[in-house]
């Protein structure tokens, strides 16, 4: 049996690296083989999943210096069917990968706008004079590097996979940057240590945030993650992600949803997963 | 007196406008006159003001469907001097500017990726074949139109600054879509209906986040916001931007405050303001 996963393509995207952990990972615990299968956008490969033309998507949803993917969040909230099976936590190291010789010749800098984001201060020390472009994926950066004045930020691996040679390596501003994925498809994992969820709250009134979490907190429950997101209808209407440290199964989750449910207009559980780190 | 502002230009930028109508709001409430200062980045725009180059900058800190400006949020939390001294809600509406006289005859549009992201559907649906092609400014746009076949998505304002034709107006999918600003300067106002701070906690406890939006609730002071931003120290460690509807010199706001310090490592109080809302 074959296992299709979507991700951000095209090949040579932090999403690939992922994915293709995540794929080595199951062919060496689950002996499951797995096929990759990249799509343009970030919401087309959460959508490929409600499809069926695929069975599962990695997708980023936090990076350690950006903060959340926004576009992955928004589009998770849109489906009822959706769930994470999986987290992975993968480590970036950006690399400029250029024809030029010298860092002083380059006049172009191409990559996503989280990539240049993340390189913001090198970049200013390193190629003050350079101009930024961005680009829609950290590979379709690479496009631009016949001209010898340009450079891409990139993987590693977008380097070697396209043959392109590194003029420096791990000039990311902040040394300990990550991103976590999460792993979607239709089906929950059976069990997990984290456990995350999302909701609109059924009215705004004072503290009815500060009392959801207090349902958690008062059966000890941590919380290790809120991130707030525009409801889109207006300004200052708010959905909010949370993610918690234990398992939906639990008696204390379930019971701490059964009240959550008093407070909450829409509430959707997204399911309980384990966490995968994955060495650079 | 003149009173020099920073914003985010060129000049056509949605920062501009918001920019426009508060020098406008002073001009006619304080007969203060005002000189306007573009700068290539909002990083830039704040920076502007510490290093004294302007009195106050104009920057976008949320939007109703794309939410916070993650870069103000951050941008701020470097500083300990910057206070908040008005909110502006602007309404928000994209129009797409092209010398082309069909839709059809499109083959690239060119924006701001929140520009693009506010238009997505919209696009989707009335250019599927045109190529979407990235920014640095809604204005930055505007340069590729000597190209028949290329058009920008920028404001009404750009149009008739630049004289250029407009294809469409209104294009954005949600049509309750403002933009929040604040005016930040190095003074607080005296006081005002809102206050922000931001705080990093001093243990991640079980319920730490959960206590501390209790100190606001048990007080009846209304949260309007949270917001949620990495430290970039390591992947799961978080600052909190909170908005309340309070000023922060009245009683139970001070006394919150004190309870509060019991628990933040860091805490910034960008003071007390009111919001002004411009028509459309």
């Known amino acids: 049996m074959s296992l299709a996963i979507a991700y951000l393509g095209p090949a040579g995207t932090y999403s690939e690296t992922a994915a293709l952990s995540y794929s080595t990972w199951l062919n060496t615990h689950h002996q499951l083989e797995c096929q990759l299968h990249p799509y343009s956008t970030i919401a087309g ?8 033309e695929v069975q599962v998507a990695v997708v980023p949803v936090e990076n350690s210096i950006e903060g959340s993917v926004t576009v992955t969040l928004d589009t998770l909230w849109q489906f ?6 999986q987290a992975l936590v993968l480590p970036i190291a ?14 172009t800098i191409y990559s996503h706008p989280q990539a240049l984001a993340q390189c913001q201060r090198w970049l200013e ?6 101009q930024i472009v961005p680009t829609h994926s950290t590979t379709e ?6 001209d010898p004045t340009a450079a891409a930020i990139a993987s590693q691996r977008a380097a070697q996979l396209y043959q392109l040679p590194t003029l420096a390596h791990a000039i990311n501003d902040h040394p300990d940057n990550c991103t976590r994925f999460w792993v979607l498809s239709l089906e929950a994992s059976a069990s997990g240590s984290h456990t995350s969820l999302a909701f609109s709250l059924s009215a705004n009134l004072p503290g009815s945030l500060a009392k959801v979490l207090q349902i958690f907190a008062q059966r000890e429950i941590n919380l290790s993650r ?3 997101r525009p409801t889109k209808r207006s300004l200052g209407e708010y959905l909010f992600f949370i993610d918690i440290e234990a398992d939906v199964q639990s008696s204390p989750v379930q019971d701490a949803l059964e009240e959550l449910k008093l407070y909450t207009e829409t509430l959707k559980i997204f399911g309980s997963y384990t966490v995968l780190s994955f060495d650079p």
Do not use: F, G, N, W
């Open 226 to 228: 809120i991130e707030s």
């Open 80 to 85: 009822d069917s959706l769930r994470v099976q």
């Open 45 to 52: 490969s959460i959508r490929a999943i409600a499809s069926q």
């Open 94 to 107: 950006h690399t400029l990968i250029s024809h030029s010789a010298t860092l002083e010749a380059l006049k």
């Open 125 to 130: 020390t390193s190629a003050p004079t350079a």
């Open 141 to 146: 950066a690479l496009q631009y590097l016949d």
